[in-house]
């Protein structure tokens, strides 16, 4: 049962075993909240996460937590000794996720907010009891104060998304089939071929956002454009076969040919990319497209999606259920769960958790089922969403400290897409994903997530013209 906090307006609640490990609980805070809580947005810098024996629980904990994050931000939460119980089960070495919700008129909603602030991979430092006082009741309503040290704050607000005026001319009946954003910003994106007599494919570019756009057609193409990636300064286009390397401004440099059409390319750093395609086409390149070695996949499937960690641990999936894992250039093939046998792997989204953290070994799938799973590197577990188990997922995205926040884009059967924001580091379920209005549309096929509150969606024409949509606040 959600409790409104009268002098915060907002509901405390908290997810056990870290980010994405569970649904959120609701702290039973059964008194009125003290005003120090304050707003969890002060920085305090580093503090001395020390515990003392708890007066309620005996319980000494000498060891101070390991420290693993940026700089940390120690909001103070006052409250009644009702919810210190809950958060007295956690020792040193514990760590979960704290939520605000700041309630609208439904504080049982957990979807109909105002603002959620997430502390990620937080941790008590300790248990500060205040002294005793007659207006607070009984013996057991005693009032202490939680130092609590988090590794990020993360600010969820109302989004939605809006259709932007790009002012293309000749890419403007074309479908954007691929999309990036670059380390500045810049937004670049790739198109299928222009229903022209010459029938290229286009460049697009904005370098603000979506505010602005260019356009350039790719007349050394000879096909529509089906994967790009960024290499440092460079883009790689794949357009059937041909792999091609273009400056940012649409110059050609160089180009070469894959032993098979390309589906979906990634780069890893500036100098080591990989494509991967049709027939089990698996390929890699460690000079920047320069020149492309095959890898043995050991399957003869169509791989169309690509996700990676770090140049030696990367992911592709594809048809019949397929996920390869790529480990220090090793290829294996990871079993799905019998219920996505037959399907496409359609996408593949690994959390940001850097070595250490509980999440580094999580695995996501999007597939043609209209379903998600994850992998913790043994067990297999849905990741519920509205109307999963229909149409397909065509893109998968974490974004914030530890993938706080997930972006699911869905294609129903009709061909229209859906977005849905989970910010419980892809727990799932209603308490937690929430669908995002987006303008009638006939598919979208990119997904650039920016942050918590900041995407863009672009894909296929609509009504005659392009299509592209920007979420925000």
Known sequence: MAVLLNNFDGVIEIQDGGVGRGNRGVLDVVQDVKTAMGGFN????????????????????????????PEAIAPELTCKMVAANYLERFGADDRFAL?????????????????????????????NYGDFTVDEGAQEDITLTVPLNAAAHVRVLPVEGKKLATAWSGAK??????????????????????????????LVTSPDDGATWTEKELTDLSSGCTALAIAGERLVVAAGTTLAVYDKAGTLQSTSTAAGAVAALAAIDAATLVAVGADGLVQRSEDGAASWRQLVSGVSVALGCLAFRHVADWYAGGASGTLLHVANGVVSTIPLPSALSTATVTSIALPDAPAGFSRETDVYVGTSSGLVYRYDGETWTAVRFPGDGAGSVTALAFVEFLGQVLYVLHAQAGGTSLLYRDFSGGAGGNPNVERIPLPTNSGLAALVAVDANNALLLGSVHAGAELVVKVES
């Open 99 to 127: 939520y605000v919700r700041h309630t609208t008129r439904r504080p049982q909603d957990p979807l109909s907010y105002v603002r959620v602030d997430i502390l990620s991979d937080v941790a008590v430092e300790s248990f």
């Open 42 to 69: 002060k920085s305090l810098g580093g503090i001395t996460r020390d515990y003392r024996i708890s007066p309620r629980t005996n319980r000494y904990v000498p060891r101070p937590v390991r420290r693993e994050a």
């Open 173 to 202: 009946s074309c479908a954007v089939t691929a999309a990036v954003v670059d380390e500045d910003g810049a937004i670049y994106a790739v198109t299928a071929a222009a229903a022209t007599e010459a029938g290229k494919p286009y």
